[in-house]
């Protein structure tokens, strides 16, 4: 799984260019994803816009990702499809991630919230 | 006038075999009145059904037979999946999304794809017929209204 990355002042931001986050794929998600995120950067933005389908384990995934950024800052989600959208509402887990329509927007709340921070 | 048309997909279970069928079942499911999100949570639900029987029926060991019939109506969708390994006797064993958000270290990473399917289509049901293990999801098309 091929993942884009780009640093914005203090902040990364990761675009996986997959299509789909699952039972296949979760675990190397996980491992590319955690191996871009320097342990240093403390505001990451998951920027989802190529992502077309997650199942039941691709969020787990992703729980387990934002367990291990939010242990040490904040993980912010973009980008969403409205599909998948619909999985983060019915699993409850849009009232535990933080997103934003779009890049820009994710960028600025996380610079705001980084430097409310300091 | 009622229409029902039947398809059968039969294939090694194999998780990385999942996406082109589920794919392919979506497509044959586009015919319906379905927008995009009702077919991403048809294809959902199949996914989650199979993921299950490679996983917990045939504990992840490929080389095994799984069969899906997709019969598609006027007023239903039904998808049956076929599968000769072990029974599931807690399949459909009532599970909850009950957490708190803000104990972000408590919110389970697994445990999901039975609360979405029973959340996403209208009947889920599994039984053992002459030792062939068959989950059935059903949707129907009348009303769409629920999650």
Do not use: W
Not at chain 1, 37 to 65: H, M, Q, Y
Not at chain 1, 69 to 93: D, K, Q
Not at chain 2, 82 to 108: C, V, W, Y
Request: with cysteine.
């Amino acid at each position: 799984m091929e993942m884009e990355t780009k640093k914005v002042e203090d902040l990364l931001v990761i675009t996986p260019h997959a299509k789909r986050i699952d039972t296949l794929v979760a675990e190397e998600f996980i491992t590319k994803f955690l191996s871009h995120c320097a342990p240093e950067a403390r505001g990451v933005i998951l920027n989802l816009s190529k992502v077309e389908f997650i199942d039941s384990r691709g969020i787990g995934a992703l729980i387990s990702i934002f367990k291990k950024v939010e242990g040490r800052g904040s993980l912010f989600f973009c980008n969403v499809r409205g599909p998948v959208t619909s999985l983060l509402h019915l699993t409850r887990m849009d009232k535990v991630f933080t997103i934003y329509d779009n890049e820009q927007e994710a960028i600025q709340q996380l610079i705001s919230k980084e430097k409310a921070y300091k | 006038m009622e229409t029902n048309e039947s398809f059968t997909f039969t294939f090694e279970s194999r998780v990385d075999h999942i996406p082109a069928v589920s794919s392919a079942v979506k497509d044959l499911c586009a015919s319906t009145h379905l927008d995009q999100v009702e077919l991403y949570k048809l294809e959902l639900c199949l996914v989650e059904a199979l993921n299950n029987v490679i996983i917990h029926s045939y504990k992840n060991q490929p080389g095994n037979k799984i069969e899906v019939n997709i019969q598609l109506s006027n007023t239903f969708i039904l998808f049956k999946v076929f599968d000769t390994g072990s029974s599931r006797s807690n399949f459909l064993q009532h599970t909850s999304m009950e957490f708190d958000p803000k104990d972000i270290s408590a919110i389970p990473e697994s445990g999901r794809g039975l609360y979405i399917m029973q959340e996403c289509m209208d009947e889920v049901s599994f039984e053992v017929k002459e030792g062939i293990n068959v989950i059935s999801l059903r949707k129907n098309l009348i009303h769409t209204s629920k999650a």
